[in-house]
């Protein structure tokens, strides 16, 4: 299963951008995030049945993960970016569901090749 995103690029802080991944109708799709030198990070996940979302801690409030079912694609709107959020991003997906799972990366089976996300000051 190859997950294919799309989205990135370079803002100034305070701006837009929103991702996409298309996911092929995984059960549980989420976006992870690696900056330089830090270890790949939870950002949001979605239940592809229900529509459920989830957020760490540093989403919430700015990210937004929703999905689009008859275009098997999940999308990642992140506003009033910040220079912090400067990072590779990731869509992962996974053909199982469990809520205490989903910020793990050992979690998810498929990802994709990622796409580089820079915010400047």
């Known amino acids: 299963v190859h997950l294919v995103e799309s989205g990135g690029g370079l803002v100034q802080a305070g701006g837009s951008l929103r991702l996409s991944c298309a996911a092929s109708?995984?059960?549980?799709v989420g976006w992870f995030r690696q900056a330089p030198g830090k270890e790949r990070e939870f950002v949001a996940a979605i239940r592809w049945r229900s529509g459920n979302t989830y957020y760490a801690d540093s989403a919430k409030g700015r990210f937004t993960i929703s999905r689009d079912i008859a275009k098997n694609t999940v999308y990642l709107q992140m506003n009033s970016l910040k220079p912090e959020d400067t990072a590779v991003y990731y869509c992962?997906?996974?053909?199982?569901?469990?809520?205490?799972?989903?910020?793990?990366?050992?979690?998810?089976?498929?990802w994709g090749q990622g796409t580089q996300v820079t915010v400047s000051s």
């Open positions: 109708g995984r059960t549980t």
């Open positions: 992962a997906a996974t053909d199982v569901w469990s809520a205490s799972e989903i910020w793990r990366t050992g979690y998810y089976e498929y």
